[in-house]
Nanobody, 124 residues
Framework: QVQLVESGGGLVQAGGSLRLSCAAS????????AGWFRQAPGKEREFVSA????????YYADSVKGRFTISRDNAKNTVYLQMNSLKPEDTAVYYC?????????????????WGQGTQVTVSS
């Protein structure tokens, strides 16, 4: 069983930055790919970014490409999402996810483990 705990959300003005963290309670974090998803009120959960087990491969949704950066520190069992140039449309609950997939996973159904989410609110 893997537990994921997100942190770093909050309220920020448009154009600002936030860094989300996701701490995993597992010793073998290097055997898990990870991803970030978000869900705005009344909308389905959508893919934001993903990273493979080693951190050598990353993938982004078009809506965040060039503004967000995913990374991981396997020594700390932690995945990060650096969010720059935030826009009001980035407002959502952000979820961290992990799975034993070998490569990159971009669908909600691909992930077995999920965090509880952290709220990000971007004011205009």
């Amino acid at each position: 069983q893997v537990q994921l705990v997100e942190s770093g959300g909050g309220l920020v003005q448009a154009g600002g930055s936030l860094r989300l963290s996701c701490a995993a309670s597992v010793r073998t974090f290097t055997t898990y790919a990870a991803g970030w998803f978000r869900q705005a009120p009344g909308k389905e959960r959508e893919f934001v970014s993903a990273i493979n087990r080693s951190g050598s491969v990353t993938y982004y949704a078009d809506s965040v490409k060039g503004r967000f950066t995913i990374s991981r520190d396997n020594a700390k069992n932690t995945v990060y999402l650096q969010m720059n140039s935030l826009k009001p449309e980035d407002t959502a609950v952000y979820y961290c996810a992990a799975d034993r997939t070998l490569g990159i996973a971009i669908r909600v159904a691909d992930y077995e483990y999920w965090g509880q989410g952290t709220q990000v609110t971007v004011s205009s």
